[in-house]
């Protein structure tokens, strides 16, 4: 399977982006999907996902600024990024299948968002 994220880019604080995540080469529309982030010299952290029975999940830095979404019909994950702040800034990576809050199984190359004060 391939996951490939778009959307990515450089905003100012309070700005906003659109990141999607399109699938191929498998069928995930039984499993979970997310988004993950990893900041320079920090430890890749879960953003936000939607597991298999299609519970959402963020984490609390992004609380109320931030939407997944996802079409299962065209394999299409979408992660709204609102009120964006510097340390939003990060390589935001699509992640799929297996446990989606601890191991997925598949992995996006990742994209660049960068947020200037």
């Known amino acids: 399977g391939r996951l490939e994220e778009s959307g990515g880019g450089s905003v100012q604080a309070g700005g906003s982006l659109k990141l999607s995540c399109v699938g191929s080469g498998f069928t995930f529309t039984n499993c979970g999907m997310g988004w993950y982030r990893q900041a320079p010299g920090k430890e890749r952290e879960r953003v936000a996902s939607?597991?298999?029975?299609?519970?959402?999940s963020y984490v609390d830095s992004v609380k109320g600024r931030f939407t997944i979404s996802r079409d299962r019909y065209i394999n299409t994950l979408y992660l709204q990024m609102n009120n964006l702040q510097t340390d939003d800034t990060a390589v935001y990576y699509c992640?799929?299948?297996?446990?989606?809050?601890?191991?997925?199984?598949?992995w996006g190359q990742g994209t660049q968002v960068t947020v200037s004060s």
């Open positions: 992640a799929s299948c297996g446990d989606i809050n601890q191991a997925p199984q598949y």
């Open positions: 939607i597991d298999d029975y299609g519970a959402i």
